[in-house]
Nanobody
């Protein structure tokens, strides 16, 4: 079992940057695919990025070239570096873990509580 806790959200101006962190508990962290999802106002929860055991990453088209996902297996941490932020990136960002990663939220068994990111001037 894995417990996840996100941090690093906040208010940032358009064009700014934020780095989200996800702290994971559990000795099997290395075996999980880790992902970030987000849910904007009035929207469904959607895939942002994932990183697998081999450090291969996948991104949704809306964030390619602006966001970078990474993981530190020794410290059981996952990061989402977000650059060139836009107002449409405003959402609650969730960290998630799965044995087999896909774009589908219902494939992920473990979730954090979420952290709010607001992009506004």
């Amino acid at each position: 079992q894995v417990q996840l806790a996100e941090s690093g959200g906040g208010l940032v101006q358009p064009g700014g940057s934020l780095r989200l962190s996800c702290a994971a508990s559990g000795r099997t962290f290395n075996s999980y695919v880790m992902a970030w999802f987000r849910q904007g106002p009035g929207k469904e929860r959607g895939f942002v990025a994932s990183i697998d055991r081999g450090f291969n990453s996948v991104y949704t088209d809306a964030v390619k070239g602006r966001f970078t996902i990474s993981r530190d297996n020794a410290r059981t941490l996952v990061y989402l570096q977000m650059n060139s932020l836009k107002p449409e990136d405003t959402a609650i960002y969730y960290c998630a873990a799965a044995s087999v990663g896909t774009f589908r939220a219902d494939n992920y068994a473990y979730w954090g509580q979420g952290t709010q990111v607001t992009v506004a001037s």
